[in-house]
Structure formats: structure tokens, C-alpha cells
């Protein structure tokens, strides 16, 4: 009995890393990044809502969170670059209207 392993004529083996990229998520690395370094969070954010909103034109307001909830529960690292995304999405988004609410009042005040 001889113990051999037939495999497909174009069949390739995949590292770790090469499956990250055929199952979908974020490396280590890109999960770090959008929770540690908020400029990096804020663009991703951007990019994935806008590209989301561009696939689902009628419903992105109504699957948004499904999707995002979803893309979470993949794995460990794309929860933690879900998140720090989401965040610092936020926090920026308050940061800058918090500067600009006060550029407004003290315009405001000049012109009193």
C-alpha cells in the first residue's frame, strides 16, 4: 500500500500571509495602525465607508452595520482594525467640528 497525495494539476500552496488576502481582513500590522495612529484610522474609515456606499447605493444606510459587525467577527485583528477605525473616525470627526464650532463663536463675537 503506498501512501500518496494526488492534488490537481494547478493546485498552489498558500502561506499565512497569502490567505489573509483570499479570505479578506487586516494584518496585524493595518489593525495596530488604525487603532494607534489616528490619521491612519480616520482615511481608512473614509475609504471603506465611501467604497461601501459605492457598492450599495439604496441600502448602505440600512447594511452599514451588518457589514461592519460581520467584517468584525472574521477575526481577532479585524476587530481590533474595525474598531480603531470606527473611533478614530469619531474622534477626528469631533475634534474638527469642536474646532470649527469655535472659529463660529468667536466670528460671532468680532462681529458684535
Known amino acids: 500500500m503506498e501512501k500518496t497525495m494526488m492534488l490537481p494539476a ?3 500552496v498558500l502561506s499565512q500571509e497569502e490567505m489573509t488576502y483570499t479570505e479578506g481582513g487586516a494584518t496585524m500590522t ?3 495602525l488604525a487603532a494607534l495612529l489616528p490619521p491612519y ?3 481608512k474609515a473614509s ?3 465611501r467604497d461601501y456606499r459605492k457598492k450599495n447605493p439604496n441600502t448602505w444606510l440600512d447594511t452599514g452595520l451588518d457589514a461592519f459587525v460581520a467584517g468584525c467577527e472574521k477575526s481577532v ?3 481590533i482594525y474595525g ?3 470606527a473611533y478614530n473616525f469619531v474622534a477626528i470627526k469631533i475634534f474638527v467640528q469642536k ?3 469655535i472659529h463660529q463663536l468667536s466670528n460671532m463675537k468680532m462681529m458684535i
Open 83 to 85: 474598531i480603531g477605525c
Open 41 to 43: 484610522g480616520w482615511y
Open 99 to 101: 474646532f470649527q464650532l
Open 77 to 79: 485583528t479585524n476587530a
Open 47 to 49: 475609504t471603506e465607508i
Open 30 to 32: 493595518q489593525a495596530l
Open 10 to 12: 494547478m493546485y498552489n
